[in-house]
C-alpha cells in the first residue's frame, strides 16, 4: 500500500539559511498535519491543511509557513534557520481520523 | 495546554512477558491513538480507539479507550524482541480537519531475548 513520502530525507542548512520540506500524502487523503520532534521528545504539531485550506496552527513559528497544492502535496517553508530548528520533521496525512505518518525529514542546522 | 502522562517512561522485560502502558490526560478526547517508532523512523499507526470502553485487539496488541474518556492503554503479550521501540499515546478531540494529534512522553520498551 502507498505511503506518506517526505523529501528529503536529510538536510543540513547553515544558520540562517532557508528550507524547504515536502510532502506527499496517501492517495486520497485530503488532510495533511505536520509535527516538530526534537531529540528524546515526542512529536509536536505545527500545522494542518484540509482540502488545500489551513485547518488548524499549532505551535509554529512566524518564521515557518505551509501550504498545500491542488495536487495535495505540502511544502513546509522554513526561513532564518536557527540552531533549535534542528529537528525530525514529519508530515501525517489523514482521510478520517486515523493519521498515517511518512517517514520524516531531518534538519540539521549548524 | 494539554498534556499526556505516559507511563512508564520505560521497560525492560524478558522476551515472552506481557507488557502494560497507559496514558491519562486532564481533558477528554474522543480518539485515542497508539503508535510505535523506530529510532529515525516516522510513527506507526497500532491501534485506532473511538468510543468510550472500546477494547480493541491487533495480534499480540489490545488497547482500551477508558470509559471516562481521559485514559487509555495498551497491553502487549509475549512480547518479542522486534517489540522494541517506543510506544507513544496520541489523542485528539475531533475527526477529520480538526484533528491535530497530542502525545504522551512515550514509553521506551526493551526486550531481552
Known amino acids: 500500500a502507498a505511503g506518506v513520502i517526505q523529501s528529503p530525507r536529510h538536510l543540513i542548512k547553515e544558520k540562517r539559511e532557508t528550507a524547504t520540506l515536502k510532502c506527499y500524502p496517501i492517495?486520497?487523503?485530503?488532510?495533511v498535519y505536520w509535527y516538530q520532534q526534537g531529540p528524546g521528545q515526542d512529536p509536536q504539531f505545527l500545522i494542518s491543511?484540509?482540502?488545500?485550506?489551513?485547518?488548524d496552527k499549532g505551535s509554529i513559528p512566524d518564521r515557518f509557513s505551509a501550504q498545500q497544492f491542488s495536487d495535495y502535496h505540502s511544502e513546509l517553508n522554513m526561513s532564518s534557520l536557527e540552531l533549535g530548528d534542528s529537528a525530525l520533521y514529519f508530515c501525517?496525512?489523514?482521510?478520517?481520523?486515523?493519521?498515517?505518518f511518512g517517514p520524516g525529514t531531518r534538519l540539521t542546522v549548524l | 495546554g494539554q498534556q499526556l502522562n505516559q507511563s512508564p517512561q520505560s521497560m525492560f522485560i524478558q522476551e515472552g512477558e506481557d507488557v502494560s502502558m497507559n496514558c491519562t490526560s486532564s481533558?477528554?478526547?474522543?480518539?485515542w491513538l497508539w503508535y510505535k517508532q523506530d529510532p529515525g523512523e516516522g510513527p506507526v499507526l497500532l491501534i485506532a480507539l473511538y468510543k468510550a470502553g472500546e477494547l480493541t485487539s491487533n495480534g499480540r496488541l489490545t488497547a482500551q479507550f477508558g470509559i471516562t474518556r481521559k485514559d487509555s492503554f495498551l497491553n502487549i503479550s509475549a512480547s518479542i524482541p522486534s517489540d522494541v521501540g517506543i510506544y507513544f499515546c496520541a489523542g485528539s478531540y475531533y475527526g477529520g480537519s480538526q484533528g491535530n494529534l497530542i502525545f504522551g512522553k512515550g514509553t521506551k520498551l526493551s526486550v531481552k531475548p
Open positions: 501525517a496525512s489523514s482521510a478520517g481520523t486515523e493519521q498515517f
Open positions: 492517495p486520497r487523503h485530503d488532510t
Open positions: 481533558s477528554i478526547f474522543n480518539t
Open positions: 491543511f484540509y482540502e488545500k485550506m489551513q485547518s
